[in-house]
């Protein structure tokens, strides 16, 4: 979307989902920046309606620094992950571990009672890290193709945050998630 004189900012999380579920069907919508430097915010205005939002203060982040130095790609369908996390989530409660294995990856509830692996293509990697499985989930979301490339450090077996990318597709988007002890 092009905005004339656009400059970064930061918006809460939750406002974008409101804004997003709102901005659904309107064709003709106008931006504008209010206030100056730590009283900023920006209003979205239509021909129904018109909602501000306070952007979250000071310089916008480096994101290039949280996004993980990796050594090992592995790949898979994207939706037999999707569904293993949803599974094991269902028996697991909000958290679930990865164990990346060569070859396979399987996914467990934090009990490792259940588990559901998963083929993979690529580097052998030996790693096991938990997760919180809605953000594994929606992460997985975006990912427009058939597969899935997760970028792993296994190096660092309980801080080891995984780089989601669209498998075979040069498009930008990246995802990072960070590990959770479980």
């Known amino acids: 979307m092009a905005v004339a004189d656009m ?9 974008a989902e409101a804004l997003r579920a709102v901005l659904k ?3 003709e919508v106008e931006f504008a920046i209010l206030g100056e430097d730590e009283v900023r915010r920006l209003r979205f205005s239509t021909p129904t309606f018109r909602l501000d939002c306070p952007l979250i ?3 916008y982040p480096n994101y290039k620094a949280v996004i993980p130095e990796t050594t090992a790609i592995v790949t898979m369908d994207t939706r037999a992950l999707a569904s293993a996390i949803d599974r ?3 028996v697991s409660g ?5 164990n990346f294995q060569p070859g396979t990856l399987t996914v ?7 588990s ?4 993979t293509q690529g580097d052998e990697v030996q790693l096991q890290v938990g997760f919180q499985a809605k953000l594994l989930t929606d992460s997985l979301v975006s990912i427009t193709g058939e597969k899935v490339s997760i970028s792993v450090n296994p190096e660092k077996e309980n801080d080891s945050k995984l780089l989601f990318t669209n498998a075979g597709v040069n498009d930008g988007w990246k995802a990072v998630l960070m590990p959770a002890r479980v």
């Open 57 to 59: 203060g000071g310089a």
């Open 116 to 119: 559901e692996t998963i083929e």
């Open 94 to 98: 909000p958290y679930v571990r990865l």
């Open 88 to 90: 094991m989530a269902i």
């Open 108 to 114: 467990t509830t934090v009990d490792e009672e259940s």
């Open 7 to 15: 400059q970064p900012m930061i918006l809460p999380v939750c406002f």
């Open 25 to 27: 069907g309107e064709e």
